[in-house]
């Protein structure tokens, strides 16, 4: 069978399956945007953007439609939403930083096997951006990266130890890719899940630290 | 009788003096941006002035870009300026930012003055940017933040166990002038904002020695609701004005 | 679906447990006390509780000479009830106030238990309270503030200068529930306030692992506007409606 | 010429002289609260209560008038206000505690030579209350003690050294008493206005520190 690489819809899909009813998430830039695009049927997410929206609605396409005073933090312009809420800043951080976000899924240069995120100086730059990332690694619930499985050269994003500066340290639950799903604890890495057509070697050959496979691995269904 | 209305733009930054530490308001969108207040900075030229905000900007060099970028979701106005500018021409010499760099090959002009040395950064994660801003309106002189201990953004940091967390010590950023913008205001200075754009908007007023806010409306006294109301008139100095039609950045206004 | 309404205040407090730290809202005024959520609190006979407010409360003893002191200002309804009846009963063994003593020979439940050694009570400013509640629902542990330092409010605590003042250092105040009370509510628990009800309602909202909120009224999703929404729903677990007309506080409800 | 007291409402109109126009103010419980009745002709003053209300308008003295989700911090209902602004307990001490209330007028059990306030904690009372006291004595810029020269024993309540616990150290900028106009500097007490009738003499023997007294020494105008 032949081995297939999951595209970004279809990483966003699976990680949108880990919705649970009532969560509040903040969706990162990339990849991580597109999950609002398939919340699992009959479960009701409010989406927080840092800038202060709570609970926005769908992304406008046509800037015809748009209202430039309603944006998320990736500047798109989104819909109103019955029972959305505006809050300042220092509101919207309070939300975030006094753990009352249930999840954030988030972009990543690198994860390593204790869980260690790097997601914020750009590779090249000499001074980066930050923005909310750190202060959402740090203090959700929960953390979900979403990324391609190696970098554009081949090399592994999912390492022993971060090259590139860490956001936060130990903060990642779970490792959706375009090839696999992977838990993350104390304990290390446990393979979940396998893109169609991928043996656990293949996958652990592109992944630098040791995987253990759970005893329930499976293919990703992205249905 | 109580008017924090000031006829014009110049006259509002008419004290501001070199050295300045300057709050900008808005987050990334054109419509919560004060860019006439930013523009009247740029012609009054003070210099070395720290910047305060959530992004470094784009400046006039890239605007088009952004501009470009941008067509597919939103239009931008001819009269969006942002804090970029003032890198640009020279007057910062210090930014307290959380996004300082591009994404992608494009340099901002932070980065192009940081890489010649001309400019001091100072990269804060904007939550704790927001929390230290806040902290110098509650009369808060510092405080301890989980966010960031033991990586990069807490160098230099004191650390300090918390309910076994470890937490780093952040002060309260005091500024001379918060310039923000809102949308409704009365003569009291009470403002309210539209949708997205409250963020540091409403985050930063009251935050500095003067708050200056760019609005779009100034109504009677009583027509925003008590209730409605985000930032209360305490914490604004002055009230501004923008055009009914668009103006370029070096027409005084 | 989220739906944060619950059928009964009984029902909103079946969980809490003997030596619970309840925040319980409003300043002083019977339209910004959680009456129903206390008298539910008091029906249940959970003990040990640790209460926050910003006053001790008048309980049964002197509710009535409270009703009568007030009568020329404001009348009160026949279903107030305060924390006061937490203390009376027993069930309090510690409160944090900022008022734990009535003006004059009066003496409040919380004086009563005080003298007997039965309660521990902790004085703090009505500022610092506040914030230190604002700190628990923003995840600052702690940070330093000038109010109190050198007086009898800061003895024990830490002292540090800052900017050549001192100040003092304090802890966030972190519960198990936050007990307010709000005007209107929806079921993601969005709420908006009247007037001065506002208070301590709005600053507990989100302090607590679960917040209560006791309402006037439940709207339709969308009737309460994105910008006017003072506690987002994000802050509050529970949300109650309370009854169309006055109830005995030893009735179930 | 026979001395006379300034009995309360007098007290409170001294004190109203000092309000300047666009000033937001805190008034405490008891004679402050009267000033409100007393503000000088053409000027604005926004009145601030502890409980969140910002430029409040008359105390409502007709409880069928009342609305009881509109009260001060005194629990009196109070007329809205134009220009009015309602905020939570934390923003409302983010008002007081980040400088920017311009003027706190407070009650006293007692005031030292050096400006140190006595006011928290009821004489008598083995745990007492402090409210808003503390707050409003560090923070607000300026600080007017309203006040009875002497307490009902006829013991001075200007002293060299606080009896009562401290609220703030070194706070008060300016006493207005039955008999004086007292302003307090690192100096120490300068006697800036006598009550109708009263001699520098009579004054200080009901004051312990010593009084200097000001080249522009006056009557007390309540006019």
Same mark, same amino acid.
């Given at each position: 069978?032949?081995?297939?690489?999951?595209?970004? @819809?279809? /990483?966003?899909?699976?990680?949108?399956?880990?919705?649970?009813?009532?969560?509040?998430?903040?969706?990162?830039? !990339?990849?991580?945007?597109?999950?609002?695009?398939? &919340?699992?049927?009959?479960?009701?997410?409010?989406?927080?953007?840092?800038?202060?929206?709570?609970?926005?609605?769908?992304?406008?396409?046509?800037?015809?439609?748009?209202?430039?005073?309603?944006?998320?933090?990736?500047?798109?312009?989104?819909?109103? *939403?019955?029972?959305?809420?505006?809050?300042?800043?220092?509101?919207?951080?309070?939300?975030?930083?006094?753990?009352?976000?249930?999840?954030?899924?988030?972009?990543?240069?690198?994860?390593?096997?204790?869980?260690?995120?790097?997601?914020?100086?750009?590779?090249?730059?000499?001074?980066?951006?930050?923005?909310?990332?750190?202060?959402?690694?740090?203090?959700?619930?929960?953390?979900?990266?979403?990324?391609?499985?190696?970098?554009?050269?081949?090399?592994?994003?999912?390492?022993?130890?971060?090259?590139?500066?860490?956001?936060?340290?130990?903060?990642?639950?779970?490792?959706?890719?375009?090839?696999?799903? &992977?838990? %993350?604890?104390?304990?290390?890495?446990?393979?979940?899940? $396998?893109?169609?057509?991928?043996?656990?070697?293949?996958?652990?050959?592109?992944?630098?630290?040791?995987?253990?496979?759970?005893?329930?691995?499976?293919?990703?269904?992205?249905? | 009788?109580?008017?924090?209305?000031?006829?014009?733009?110049?006259? +509002?930054?008419?004290?501001? @003096?070199?050295?300045?530490?300057?709050?900008?308001?808005?987050?990334?969108?054109?419509?919560?941006?004060?860019?006439?207040?930013?523009?009247?900075?740029?012609?009054?030229?003070?210099?070395?002035?720290?910047?305060?905000?959530?992004?470094?900007?784009?400046?006039?060099?890239? @605007?088009?870009?952004?501009?470009?970028?941008?067509?597919?979701?939103?239009?931008?106005?001819?009269? $969006?300026?942002?804090?970029?500018?003032?890198?640009?021409?020279?007057?910062?010499?210090?930014?307290?930012?959380?996004?300082?760099?591009? &994404?992608?090959? %494009?340099?901002?002009?932070?980065?192009?003055?940081? +890489?010649?040395?001309?400019?001091?950064?100072?990269?804060?994660?904007?939550?704790?940017? +927001?929390?230290?801003?806040?902290?110098?309106?509650?009369?808060?002189?510092?405080?301890?933040?989980? %966010?960031?201990? !033991?990586?990069?953004?807490?160098?230099?940091?004191?650390? *300090?166990?918390?309910?076994?967390?470890?937490?780093?010590?952040?002060?309260? /950023?005091?500024?001379? $002038?918060?310039?923000?913008?809102?949308?409704?205001?009365?003569?009291?200075?009470?403002?309210?904002?539209?949708?997205?754009?409250?963020?540091?908007?409403?985050?930063?007023?009251?935050?500095?020695?003067?708050?200056?806010?760019?609005?779009?409306?100034?109504?009677?006294?009583?027509?925003?609701?008590?209730?409605?109301?985000?930032?209360?008139?305490?914490? %604004?100095?002055?009230?501004?004005?923008?055009?009914?039609?668009?103006?370029?950045?070096?027409?005084?206004?």
């Amino acid at each position: 069978m032949a081995r297939s690489r999951l595209d970004e @819809r279809a /990483i966003a899909f699976r990680v949108a399956k880990e919705f649970s009813d009532g969560m509040v998430i903040n969706l990162g830039i !990339g990849i991580p945007t597109l999950c609002a695009n398939f &919340i699992p049927l009959g479960r009701e997410i409010l989406f927080h953007s840092e800038n202060g929206v709570i609970g926005f609605g769908e992304i406008i396409e046509n800037p015809n439609l748009a209202d430039p005073t309603l944006i998320n933090a990736g500047s798109q312009p989104v819909l109103r *939403r019955p029972g959305m809420a505006i809050v300042d800043q220092a509101e919207s951080f309070a939300v975030i930083r006094g753990g009352h976000l249930d999840l954030a899924v988030l972009g990543a240069f690198q994860v390593s096997e204790q869980g260690d995120l790097a997601n914020t100086v750009m590779p090249g730059k000499s001074i980066g951006s930050i923005g909310g990332a750190q202060d959402l690694a740090f203090c959700a619930k929960r953390v979900i990266v979403a990324m391609t499985h190696v970098d554009r050269d081949g090399r592994p994003k999912i390492v022993r130890r971060c090259t590139s500066p860490v956001t936060a340290p130990r903060c990642v639950n779970l490792i959706v890719t375009d090839i696999a799903v &992977i838990a %993350v604890s104390g304990e290390g890495l446990t393979l979940l899940e $396998y893109a169609p057509g991928w043996s656990v070697e293949e996958i652990q050959a592109l992944t630098e630290p040791h995987l253990r496979t759970s005893p329930t691995l499976r293919e990703i269904e992205l249905l | 009788m109580i008017d924090k209305v000031v006829g014009s733009f110049d006259e +509002a930054v008419s004290d501001m @003096r070199d050295g300045a530490t300057l709050l900008i308001g808005g987050f990334g969108g054109f419509a919560e941006c004060p860019s006439y207040l930013i523009a009247a900075v740029a012609r009054k030229g003070v210099k070395n002035l720290t910047i305060v905000a959530n992004s470094a900007g784009w400046g006039l060099e890239f @605007r088009d870009q952004l501009v470009a970028r941008m067509r597919p979701l939103l239009r931008y106005p001819e009269d $969006y300026y942002d804090q970029g500018i003032l890198i640009e021409r020279g007057q910062v010499s210090k930014a307290i930012v959380s996004f300082a760099a591009a &994404i992608g090959h %494009v340099q901002t002009p932070l980065e192009k003055k940081a +890489a010649a040395g001309e400019v001091e950064v100072e990269l804060v994660p904007q939550g704790t940017m +927001a929390e230290r801003i806040r902290a110098a309106k509650a009369g808060i002189p510092a405080f301890y933040s989980p %966010v960031g201990a !033991g990586t990069f953004t807490a160098q230099g940091k004191e650390v *300090r166990q918390f309910d076994g967390r470890e937490c780093v010590l952040e002060r309260a /950023i005091r500024a001379d $002038y918060a310039l923000i913008r809102a949308h409704r205001a009365d003569r009291y200075g009470n403002l309210v904002y539209r949708g997205s754009t409250r963020t540091f908007n409403a985050t930063m007023a009251g935050a500095a020695r003067i708050t200056i806010a760019e609005v779009d409306e100034i109504v009677e006294l009583g027509e925003l609701e008590a209730e409605h109301i985000v930032t209360p008139g305490v914490y %604004v100095q002055r009230v501004v004005v923008r055009p009914s039609s668009p103006r370029p950045w070096n027409v005084p206004s």
